[in-house]
């Protein structure tokens, strides 16, 4: 079974330049998370989704960040305009169903790590 | 912010020692997952602790859930240089949808 795939794996821009990230998940997964893991931290949730719909976007700064899962299947997730203090690894995960338990299991991409300088 | 925190920050040690890493939070979680990841890489799931007070063993690695369902501990007995990584502790809220919080990571390096 083919993982969580991410790219770019690596981006360097500059302040103020916008960035995408994409995200393809497991087949047949329906549930979508995008973390942002700052160097030394553990991942935070920015935004969820249940197929093609929001389920948590609480903690996406959404005057510059945006994500979208048109046909509920690969993501995208946009910085514009980006600032320094996003420099970060930017995780995908993926899972069977919304829920699912307590056993539910996130499976995680390899990241993209974003440099802003 | 942060809702778990997790103690040491950094370990490093030989080959062969025990060692424990504490994971410590104010609020309850319906349950808890632990993580390693690697350099480059996502975090994998290492366990899922559920009941309160409840003790798993996955080879040398042992995992309990507190009582109260707001702390956990991860102790590995004999490390090897296998065991190198960042663990993480991540408490599962259920909100109408599962979300996971994740503490503050402990990184362990084992040398030989």
């Known amino acids: 079974e083919a993982g969580v795939a991410q790219s770019p794996r690596y981006k360097i821009i500059e302040k103020r330049q916008s960035v995408a990230f994409w995200c393809n998940p497991i087949s047949g997964h329906a549930t979508l998370y995008w973390y942002q893991q700052i160097l030394g931290q553990g991942p935070k949730l920015l935004i969820q989704f249940q197929n093609n719909g929001v389920v948590d976007d609480s903690q996406l700064p959404k005057d510059r960040f945006s994500a979208e899962r048109l046909k509920g299947v690969d993501s995208t997730l946009k910085i514009q305009p980006a600032k320094l203090e996003d420099s970060a690894v930017y995780l995908c995960?993926?899972?069977?169903?919304?829920?699912?338990?307590?056993?539910?299991?996130?499976?995680f991409g390899p990241g993209t790590r974003l440099t802003v300088l | 912010t942060q809702l778990l925190e997790q103690s040491p920050q950094f370990l490093s040690i030989q080959e062969g020692e025990n060692l424990t890493v504490y994971c410590n939070s104010s609020?309850?979680?319906?349950?808890l997952q632990w993580y390693r990841q690697e350099p480059g890489e996502g975090p994998v799931l290492l366990v899922t602790?559920?009941?309160?007070?409840e003790v798993k063993k996955l080879k040398r690695l042992t995992f309990q859930f507190g009582d109260a369902r707001k702390d956990s501990s991860l102790h590995i007995t004999a490390a090897q240089t296998g065991d190198t990584g960042l663990y993480l502790c991540?408490?599962?809220?259920?909100?109408?949808?599962?979300?996971?919080?994740f503490g503050t990571g402990t990184r362990l390096l084992v040398s030989p």
């Open positions: 609020s309850v979680f319906s349950s």
């Open positions: 602790v559920v009941t309160g007070g």
């Open positions: 991540a408490g599962v809220m259920n909100t109408g949808f599962q979300k996971l919080v």
């Open positions: 995960a993926s899972s069977f169903m919304l829920g699912g338990g307590p056993y539910n299991e996130q499976f």
